[in-house]
Structures are given as C-alpha cells and as structure tokens.
C-alpha cells in the first residue's frame, strides 16, 4: 500500500515538473514564433508531449496544439483619467500665470516672425529661442503675467503648458 502511494507521489511530481518544462517552452517559444505541440491524451492525462509529431499507443488518442492561439477580443474601454494641468491660450499676447515652470510658444501665421516676450514681475526666462517663439519661463509664487509682442498687425496665438522642466 505505501509502495502504491510512492509511487503515486512520484508520479505526481514528474507531471507538476514536466507541466512547468511545458509552460515555460509555451511561454518562451511565444515570444519568437508559433509551435505546434503533440501528445497522447488518455483519460484526461498528457504524455510524450513534443513538437515533433508522431504516434500514439493503443487507447490513447493523438492531440496538437498551437503555442500561440487567435486574436482575442478587444476589452472594454478604460475608464477616462483625471484631467491634467491645462494650458492656457491668447490671441492678445498677454498670459496670467500662476507659479511654477510652463513652456511658452507662440505661433504666428507668418514664416520668419519674431517675437518680444516681456515677462511680468518676478518671471525668470532662463532659455528662450533666438526667434522668441518659445521660452521657459518661472512664474513666482502669487502668479504673473507674461506678454509677447510678434509685431504690428501679426495674427499669432500665444500658448502657455506647465511643465515640470527646470532652469
């Protein structure tokens, strides 16, 4: 009797062990291309799992399977995230700030434009590019204004982000 419960154990074992060989051919193998797998299925119990196919004895029956299956289907849409800090626009050239870093573009419908910021007090622009056209500006405690100038009758729309850059 304990012979047959060893025997059992080690029987039990073999097939936790060669599951896990298995799972992780599967899970290695998806990652590279698709293999077929062959078995001998009897009474619910897998043996001489390969990826080569061949026969089974009497009484069991032959089974295959792909490492990769179809496409499942789409999952449900997630739910929105919170909104994040805004930007703030204005075609007057003129931007109230609260504090902190923002990136400052502005963008004009004429190629070549250059723009004048003129920041409000206790703004620090410590990069701007040449053209004007875009800044890191920081904005102190309590907020301020910034103001850019892109010359005399010039359509451009001046664009504020927060941003977490610093100088």
């Known amino acids: ?5 060893l025997g059992r154990w080690v029987l039990g074992l073999a097939l936790v062990g060669s599951t896990a060989v298995v799972t992780e051919a599967v899970s290695v193998t998806a990652a590279t291309s698709p293999t077929t797998y062959y078995a001998c299925l009897k009474g619910g ?6 990826t080569t196919q061949h ?3 009497s009484g069991c029956r032959a089974v295959s399977w792909d490492s990769v299956g179809p496409q499942g289907l789409q999952g449900p849409i997630g739910d929105t995230g919170p909104e994040g800090p805004g930007a703030v626009s204005s075609t007057t050239g003129t931007l109230a700030l609260s504090a902190g870093t923002w990136m400052l573009t502005a963008v004009t419908l004429h190629l070549g434009a250059a723009c004048t910021l003129e920041p409000g007090t206790g703004v620090a622009v410590p990069w701007s590019s040449d053209s004007g056209l875009a ?8 907020g301020s204004t ?16 927060p941003t977490s850059l610093e100088s």
Do not use: F, N, W
């Not at 800044?135 to 309590?142: D, E, L, R």
């Open 1 to 5: 009797m304990a012979e047959r419960r």
């Open 45 to 50: 119990d897998l043996s001489r799992v390969s």
């Open 55 to 57: 026969t089974c004895k």
């Open 135 to 142: 800044a890191i500006v920081i904005v102190p405690s309590g």
């Open 146 to 161: 910034i103001a850019a100038y892109c010359g005399s009758g010039q359509t451009y729309l001046l664009t504020a982000t």
